[in-house]
């Protein structure tokens, strides 16, 4: 297993899944792709978690990230608890649930941490860019779901470094102003943000959100 770090190329794979084989890179074509795990079916929090994902799905669709979950559980598991997930969280899952039974992804993504179980998953999250290009990870532990409210605002973050070259400041949420990259110049400013900008110190530089009206 390899450590994979930002910056990386995410390492593809086949898997099965509750849509079918995957390859991860077919499967993923010109898209972004938000690759998590967590640690078994039948559990009380990834319950909510595959629920409230299956809910924010067009939110993922509107920014062009395709979603995957992965567990260690089998495929005829998971067809199961996706009926108690749609039931019990009023929803229907719309994306595919990796099975992961030989461990392949998980050890791949380095997904078990034997210090807190080394059975199951712990719930990690890859964010993949459309270059292929490993953009954000994050880890929680089993007992803490995670807020996918702030996976969609990062990656409205990274989508806005990519596209426009401007970072985003702490707590920042989508049409607030953003921090101009250190690498402009300031004679590059004017073509690159027409809409203005503010500089509070050289290297603190803010414009309006370029990708808005
Ligand atoms: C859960 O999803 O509820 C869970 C899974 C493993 C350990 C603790 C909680």
């Given at each position: 297993?390899?450590?994979i770090r ?14 079918g084989n995957?390859n991860?890179?077919e499967?993923?074509g010109?898209s972004?792709g ?18 409230t994902?299956?809910?924010y799905?067009?939110e ?9 979950a992965?567990s ?8 199961g608890?996706v009926?108690d997930?749609n039931?019990?969280?009023n929803?229907?899952?719309n994306?595919p649930?990796i099975?992961?039974e030989?461990r392949?992804v998980?050890e791949?993504?380095d997904?078990i941490h034997?210090?807190a179980?080394?059975k199951?998953t712990v719930r ?5 860019g ?10 929680y ?5 995670r807020n996918?409210e702030?996976?969609?605002r ?6 806005l ?6 970072a985003?400041?702490?707590n ?11 690498a402009?110049?300031?004679?590059q400013?004017?073509a ?14 803010m ?7």
């Open positions: 297993m390899a450590t930002l910056g990386d190329d995410a390492p593809n794979f086949t898997a099965k899944s509750t849509e995957i991860f890179h499967w993923l010109d972004w938000v690759l998590f795990s967590h640690p078994a079916d039948y559990t009380p929090v990834c319950t909510t978690e595959l629920g994902v299956a809910k799905k067009p993922f669709d509107k920014r062009n990230v395709k979603i995957v992965l260690v559980d089998g495929l005829e598991s998971h067809k608890w009926d997930i039931e019990t969280q929803t229907s899952v994306f649930i099975a992961d030989d392949k998980s791949l993504y997904m034997p210090n179980s080394d199951f990690s999250v890859f964010v993949i459309d270059d292929k290009k490993v953009k954000l990870i994050i880890t532990p089993a007992s803490t779901g996918f702030e996976l969609l990062v990656i409205d973050s990274l989508q470094t990519a596209y426009h070259k401007v985003t400041p702490a920042w949420k989508n049409g607030e102003d953003v921090v101009i990259s250190p402009i110049t300031n004679e400013i004017p690159l943000f027409p809409k203005g900008h503010k500089e509070i110190k050289p290297y603190l530089r414009t309006p959100q370029p990708n808005l009206d």
